[in-house]
């Protein structure tokens, strides 16, 4: 994709700035303007014993700008100054490859990581060269002494937008199917919500596979080390979409309180569900607006975000889950209005756990926002095996980037939640019959399975809450729409939150989703 980056897209990776290129066979000396570096063997075997064998030794953290280190005072609008030669870009010119161009160091991104070409098992160093790219003069990256490469991205063919990004820390994300970028998904997550650790990777080695890349990282944080292999693809027919395997394997340096495999980040600022706020003159602004879990024991559940007061974590505990991830359900342009962001494009990622991850939990943890710049939602497998120095954990795994997760099957999905003022609407406030401070929660679900049912069929709401009262339980056709709406009252919360639960039921079997929510005075 080809847009105006801002600073989100900064600090998250999704620039379509950046390039450096090499073409032909890898070998020492110079491709063009592409030097690389001498031959080494490599395989994801001897990648998992350097892991190894670095967790051993103390974390080496890397240095921190001078005080007069060009980075830091480098605008957004230096940074995009550089702009990278396309005729550059890794595989250029060749037939039927996968073409990569890279992302240069920039004041977010002040570490630099080691690229690597990789080819029949031999692996050589991408020099990082000024002449990759074009920039003024004077520009700041012309007199860093240690400049470097930051990350990568992935060419469409033509080179007119990119597929797949990798910049910053540990992040990753991809603009499939709609050409647009919008959540991403990290290498791993530790202490998220608490004084939080971003291990990040400092090596990629990039291997043509056919269909995409094989992308192999290492990561390194104080209390980790870790190996990945990422076989990264696009999806060919059907609604599109990009798809990565990938397998990490992790060596603990340290002890982690709060552990996140297969982490997810998304922004949300407020939806349909926020009630009377709105941020600016948009109805909705969100890349996601739902965590969408499928249990072990085949529940599915749809837990709708929302921008908290206060850092929240929510806990799913589970047994061998067989996916869970961050959805942007809402399509309708309608809903948002935005011709410049476009987040009725925002892709979906699901994370599908590849082999038995046994017991554990999907973790979800919101932080408050009052903007969309920042990427306030994140969902992580935490298992439940306690981490300690020498741990090892291996864990394989695929990401679906797309529209949605996996259908729901024989049971409808939510599509709406809805909050408001309680008791009966149409009519003065002290009419309403209602208790102070009650609300009204409106929950749309839709689905073949419901198409089928009459109003008074006993298709009925079943609802439950952890703290307060619940009144005014109703299920019901909404007329003009294949769409059914649970419908209740809740109120007396007595200033604690409450964790509240609805599906749709007939005859003992379950119609719907699982609906959970998170209700706060």
Not at 6 to 27: N, P, Y
Not at 224 to 242: E, H, L, P, T
Request: proline share 6%; charged share 25%; net charge neutral.
């Amino acid at each position: 994709m080809t847009f105006k980056p801002d600073r989100r897209d900064v600090l998250t990776g999704a620039l379509a700035t950046s390039v450096a290129v090499w073409t032909g066979s890898a070998r020492a000396g110079s491709v063009g303007a592409m030097a690389l570096g001498n031959a080494e063997a490599f395989s994801f075997d001897k990648l998992k014993e350097r892991a190894k064998t670095l967790a051993q030794s103390p974390y080496v953290a890397p240095p921190k700008p001078s005080a007069n280190d060009p980075l830091r005072d480098m605008t957004f609008d230096t940074f995009a100054q550089a702009v990278y030669k396309p005729e550059m870009e890794l595989w250029h010119g060749v037939p039927g490859a996968q073409t990569v161009r890279l992302f240069p160091q920039g004041r977010f991104y002040a570490e630099p990581v080691k690229i690597h070409v990789l080819e029949n098992g031999e692996a050589r160093e991408i020099i990082y060269s000024p002449d990759l790219f074009n920039m003024p003069a004077n520009h700041p990256l012309r007199t860093l002494k240690s400049a470097g490469f930051a990350g990568f991205r992935l060419m469409s063919r033509g080179g007119v937008s990119d597929w797949l990004a990798y910049l910053g820390a540990s992040y990753f994300r991809a603009s499939d199917p709609n050409d647009q970028y919008g959540g991403s998904a990290r290498g791993l997550a530790i202490n998220t919500g608490l004084p939080e650790e971003f291990p990040r990777f400092t090596s990629f080695w990039l291997e043509q596979n056919g269909a995409g890349m094989n992308i192999y990282a290492l990561l390194e944080s104080k209390s980790v080390v870790g190996a990945y292999r990422m076989d990264s693809r696009r999806i060919q027919g059907g609604q599109g979409g990009a798809l990565q395997d990938i397998e990490c394997e992790l060596y603990f340096r340290a002890p982690v309180d709060l552990l996140g495999i297969a982490p997810l980040t998304g922004m949300f600022w407020y939806g349909e569900n926020s009630g009377h706020f709105r941020g600016d003159w948009r109805p909705e602004v969100h890349d996601c607006d739902g965590l969408e879990m499928w249990t072990g024991a085949g529940e599915r559940i749809w837990r709708p975000l929302a921008n908290p007061p206060r850092i929240v974590t929510n806990t799913f505990s589970d047994n061998n889950p067989k996916g869970f991830g961050l959805i942007q359900r809402d399509r309708n342009f309608e809903n948002y209005q935005d011709d410049s962001l476009f987040y009725d494009r925002r892709p979906s990622t699901w994370i599908e756990p590849l082999e038995g991850w046994g017991k554990g939990a999907v973790n979800l943890v919101q932080l408050p926002t009052t903007n969309e710049t920042e990427d306030n939602m994140v969902a992580f497998w935490t298992p439940e095996q306690k981490v300690v120095a020498g741990s090892i954990i291996n864990k394989k795994y695929r990401i679906y980037w797309g529209l949605d997760a996996p259908p729901t099957g024989d049971v409808g999905r939510i599509v709406a939640t809805r909050i408001g003022l309680g008791g009966l609407g149409g009519r003065d406030l002290d009419l309403r019959h209602t208790k102070p401070g009650a609300r009204k929660f409106m929950i749309d679900v839709e689905g073949k399975v419901l198409e089928e049912q009459t109003r008074y069929g006993g298709t009925h709401t079943v609802v439950t809450s952890t703290r307060g009262t619940i009144s005014g339980v109703e299920a019901f056709p909404v007329v003009g729409t294949k769409r059914w709406r649970m419908m209740f009252d809740l109120s007396d919360l007595n200033g604690e939150p409450a964790d509240l639960r609805a599906f749709l039921q007939k005859d003992n079997v379950v119609l719907s989703e699982t609906w959970i929510y998170q209700a706060f005075p």
